[in-house]
C-alpha cells in the first residue's frame, strides 16, 4: 500500500506548484469579486442575483480595487467566508486527481526485462557487470558460466 502513496506523491509532486499558483488566481480573480459582490448585492438582509451578476462583472474587470477592498471589515467576513468553502472543495477535487494517478500495482512505470526489477546488486548472482554478451546497461551475460547461456533477442533486424 505504500507504493501507491509514494508513486502518486512523486508523480504529482511537480504539479503542487501549478495547482497552488491556479489556487492563488481563483481566489484573487474570482473569489474576491465574489465575496465583496456577495455583501454589496445583500440589501437589509436580503440577496439580490442581479445586481450580484452586475456587480460580480464590474468587480472582476477591476481586480485592483477589488483587492484593497475585500479587506476592509465590512466585507472580510464574506471573503473567508467564501474562501474556505473553495478551498476544501478545491482540495478534495486536488486529492481525487492524486489519487487518480496512484499506480496500479507495485511495477507501474518500470521498464519489463530492466534490471530495476532487481535490488541491491541481486542481478549480478546470474549475470555480470564487467564483461560477456551485452543486454543492457552495465548488465552482461558472462559467456563463462556453466548452464545455459542462450540468449533471445527480441525484435527487429532492418537494413536497406
Not at 7 to 16: D, Q, S, V
Not at 106 to 117: M, N, T, V
Request: hydrophobic share 45%.
Amino acid at each position: 500500500m505504500n507504493y501507491k502513496i509514494t508513486g502518486a506523491i512523486n508523480k504529482t509532486k511537480k504539479y503542487f506548484i501549478i495547482y497552488s499558483i491556479l489556487w492563488l488566481f481563483f481566489v484573487i480573480v474570482f473569489i474576491m469579486p465574489a465575496g465583496v459582490a456577495i455583501k454589496d448585492a445583500t440589501i437589509n438582509g436580503s440577496f439580490s442575483i442581479s445586481s450580484f451578476i452586475s456587480l460580480f462583472t464590474n468587480y472582476t474587470t477591476q481586480i485592483f480595487s477589488t483587492f484593497g477592498k475585500t479587506f476592509e471589515p465590512m466585507y472580510i467576513g464574506s471573503f473567508f467566508s467564501i474562501l474556505w468553502k473553495f478551498t476544501f472543495i478545491y482540495l478534495i477535487i486536488a486529492i481525487i486527481s492524486i489519487i487518480k494517478n496512484a499506480p496500479k500495482n507495485e511495477y507501474a512505470d518500470i521498464e519489463h526485462g530492466s534490471s530495476d526489477w532487481c535490488q541491491r546488486g541481486e542481478q549480478y548472482r546470474i549475470l555480470s557487470n564487467k564483461k560477456g554478451i551485452i543486454l543492457g546497461e552495465n548488465n552482461y551475460l558472462p559467456v563463462d558460466k556453466r548452464g545455459n547461456v542462450n540468449v533471445l533477442v527480441v525484435g527487429r533486424f532492418r537494413f536497406w
